[in-house]
């Protein structure tokens, strides 16, 4: 039985409706996996991007601490720096007070002929000599002479041996200073300097020296750390 012009339009149109909605459902699944690919990479991008972000402030949070420590170590150096100056100022003027002092000791009697016996004892030790010749000034000749018979016995008995000691009558030391005593070996090539303004001067060397040590110890410490930091920011 032949088909009807109406029914071959019939056909058409079916067969129009099931290629559509084919079509359709085409369309829908390829948004809905363009859709579901879309919000993938953009979590992605999201995520690469927060995390980025993240490094960048953790980085640049972690340069800033780095320079605040910097800064603190600096801004301590130069308070370390202010004490020790002050410090040393201190010790100066010490020192300067005690050499005005130190005139007024030989103004006692009882005071300095004590001193000079530890003096001379002391040189008597460092000489360990047979002969001993002591320097003194002119006006002192007298209390030093004392100064030796008083400490010789204590020397002879110390050590168990004989000392002769010359007090040198032909050449004094200066006037001017406060006191104390030079002592020789016999020939005079070895010398101990007890003077007042000698030990001083010692005294004077060492706390100086000890002062100076702990400003460099500063500085040196003070530049590790600096130096550490600053590396450290270099490799991060």
Known sequence: MALTDADVQKQIKHMMAFIEQEANEKVEEIDAKAEEEFNIEKGRLVQTQRVKIMEYYEKKEKHIEQHKKIQMSNLMNQARLKVLKARDDMIVDLLMEARRRLAQI??????????????????FYQLLEPKVTVR???????????????????????VKSNIVVKIDQERFLPSDICGGVEMYNDNGKIKVTNTLEGRLELLAHQLLWWSQCSVSCTQRHTREKTLHFT??????
């Open 136 to 158: 003194c000034r002119q006006q002192d000749v007298e209390i030093v002479q004392a100064a030796v018979n008083e400490v010789i016995p204590f020397y002879r008995e110390a």
């Open 106 to 123: 030989a103004q006692d009697p009882a005071i300095y002929s004590s001193l000079l016996q530890g003096l001379v004892l002391q040189g």
């Open 231 to 236: 590396t450290c920011k270099n490799f991060t």
